[in-house]
């Protein structure tokens, strides 16, 4: 849980970036797609393995499902006093790291994505988001 409750800080933390949230979700990521014995790591700036002199590559020990980030994080954030177009960026980020992972975003995901969209009024975004 401690994972879950650092993301959940990071997303109300204003100082925290998108891109920040890229790279985060790029290491969550490279862990689930290592977990999942995916073959292999698409190469993504930013984000690698990490290994010691003279040691192998350390595997995750932890790994964070789509569902564990969508209720602990992500659905609880609007009533948390956090802003619509945060939590719509935040969803973005997690949406094109899994597209760099070859990982499909879980129904959830999508529909809370599309959901803030049509709360803020961005329907052209919408439109791209269900184009693309």
């Known amino acids: 849980p401690h994972l879950l ?3 959940k800080q990071c997303l109300t933390d204003k100082s925290v970036t998108f891109q920040d949230f890229s790279l985060m979700f ?3 990521m490279l862990s689930y797609h290592l977990h999942q ?3 292999e790591i698409p190469n993504i700036t930013g984000v690698g393995l990490m290994t010691l002199p003279g040691r192998s590559l350390i595997q995750p020990a932890v790994v964070l499902d789509q569902s564990e980030l969508y209720t602990a994080v992500l659905a609880p954030a609007e009533k948390e006093g956090v802003s619509l177009v945060r939590i719509q960026g935040v969803l ?3 949406v094109l790291t ?3 992972y070859k990982l499909t975003a879980r129904q959830f995901i999508l529909e809370l994505l599309m959901n803030l969209a ?3 009024g961005q329907f052209y975004q919408l439109h791209q988001f269900i184009q693309y």
């Open 5 to 7: 409750s650092h993301l």
């Open 26 to 28: 790029g290491e969550l």
């Open 37 to 39: 014995g995916q073959g």
């Open 92 to 94: 973005v980020e997690l």
């Open 98 to 100: 899994l597209g760099m």
């Open 118 to 120: 049509v709360k803020t």
